[in-house]
Structures are given as C-alpha cells and as structure tokens.
C-alpha cells in the first residue's frame, strides 16, 4: 500500500470519527432542545442525524474498499474526533456548537478531497464533495437562524 493510499485511508477515518461525533451530539440536541423554537430545532436535529447516519456507513464502505479495517467500537471512532468540551445549556448554544462542528468537519472534508484525489481515489473525493455541499448548507441554514 503507498503512502498516498494510508494517508487517504487515515483521513477517511478522521472523516469518520468527526461525523460520528457530530451524530452523536447532533441527535442528543434533537432530544433535549427546548424553548420558543422547539420544533424548528427538534425537526432541524432530527433531519441532520438521520443524513450523519447514512453517511457512516457510506464512509466506512469506502475505508473497507481501500483495503483497511474501520473503526468498529466508540473508542475507536471517537480516537478519531475531539470530544465535546461542555453540554450545551441552551438551544441557541446547541445551535452555535454544532455550527463549530460542522465547520470543523468542512475543513476535514476539504484536505481529505484533495488528499483522495492525490491518491487516486476520486469515487471518495465525490462522496467527500457531497459531504462538504450538505455541511456547507447546513451551516448557512444555521448560521441564517442565529442572526
């Protein structure tokens, strides 16, 4: 295996363990939001876990395609992402935390495109571009109900 493909195949895993993270935290706010926007932010969370989720396996798929393991425990993911410093005490502090996320993620997003494509591997730079587009609009829908 070069050093190309184990780098695409680490930075998959990143990719991985971030939007695990994100998942996570994202459909523990659809839980425990509360406030006058309730149900704004309750079906916003849900539509979001439910596309993080379908985007695991996705990503998973493509570390198996290359040739290596995905991580299959908690640990293992999360060896992959930052852990949440602090729960969110507010629905506009849910809303700014996962913007944070979401924003680390796109900067995930970005260096594994360009490093897929140096390894060759443009089936998973075109998953990690959809990746990026729905993160992007996410983050605009979001960023739009915090002003």
């Known amino acids: 295996m070069t050093t190309a493909s184990q780098t695409n195949i680490a930075t998959l ?3 991985l363990g971030q939007t695990f993270r994100l998942y996570v935290q994202t459909h523990g706010y659809h839980w425990n ?3 006058p926007n309730f149900r704004q932010l309750h079906v ?3 539509a979001q876990y439910q596309n ?3 985007a695991l396996d996705e990503i998973a798929e493509r570390i198996r395609i290359q040739g ?3 991580p299959g425990t ?3 993911l999360m060896a992959h992402a ?3 410093d602090t729960p969110a005490q507010s629905a506009e502090d849910m809303l700014t935390k996962l913007v944070a996320g979401h924003e680390a993620l796109a900067v995930t ?3 594994a495109i360009g490093i897929a494509g140096e390894a060759g591997d443009e089936v998973s730079a075109g998953i990690l571009t959809d990746r990026l587009e729905w993160h992007e609009k996410e983050l605009w829908m979001m960023k739009s109900s915090l002003r």
């Open 44 to 46: 916003l969370f849900e």
């Open 13 to 15: 895993k990143d990719v």
């Open 68 to 70: 290596a393991y995905a």
């Open 109 to 111: 997003l970005r260096d």
């Open 33 to 35: 939001v509360e406030g």
């Open 52 to 54: 993080l989720w379908g």
């Open 82 to 84: 930052e852990s949440e």
């Open 74 to 76: 908690v640990a293992g």
